[in-house]
């Protein structure tokens, strides 16, 4: 039977409780935000493709989202059987902040290039109650459902465009992070 590419973009439920996923979101109030670009290939920086925000994630909620990814990549393993899980390691996790009223969005482009090689991208949803700000895949061919808690994985590399819609009421808030 042959895989199509959708076939490795997984999608996992309550991988992370509403709970701490709440805790987190309270304390996204007191962190301090910075503006996000997209960095090129080549170095360069593009202000336009991105309109997001980015914290790193405070300290006591690290050792949570280290389970979290063990528990994620476990699960992607089980279903991929190509993915490996041999000296792997994520990049670390990073609060990701769309704003409503900036329209904050992403556009198409993929996670991995000579200057941040990744192999595995995850995003974990830390809130559900905004609109817009839709995961979309493949010329918005595939759309990730939208669960507080929930994790998109899938692989990083140049066959996974992917965006995030502008987001129109509420703000979005998520974690990524990458496997390399």
């Excluded at 990814?69 to 279903?79: A, F």
């Excluded at 700000?133 to 066959?159: E, M, R, T, W």
């Amino acid at each position: 039977l042959m895989k199509k590419s959708k076939d490795f973009i997984r999608h996992y439920d309550n991988i992370m409780s509403p709970e701490i996923c709440n805790a987190i979101l309270d304390e996204c109030k007191s962190l301090s935000f910075k503006a996000l670009t997209r960095e090129t290939p080549d170095g360069n920086y593009l202000t336009k493709e991105r309109k997001c925000h980015g914290a790193p994630l405070p300290k006591q909620f690290e050792n949570e989202m280290f389970e979290s990814v063990g528990q994620i990549l476990i699960k992607y393993s089980q279903d991929i059987k190509e993915f490996n899980m041999d000296n792997i390691q994520d990049t670390g996790y990073e609060i990701l902040h769309y704003k409503s009223n900036e329209k904050g969005e992403f556009k198409s482009h993929v996670d991995h290039f000579d200057l941040y090689p990744r192999t595995l991208s995850i995003s974990l949803l830390l809130n559900d109650d905004f609109d817009g700000g839709d995961f979309l895949f493949f010329d918005d061919q595939y759309k990730a459902p939208k669960k507080q808690g929930g994790a998109i994985v899938f692989p990083s590399n140049f066959c996974y465009p992917h965006r995030v819609s502008p987001v129109i009421k509420n703000d979005r808030y998520s974690i990524i992070t990458w496997i390399h």
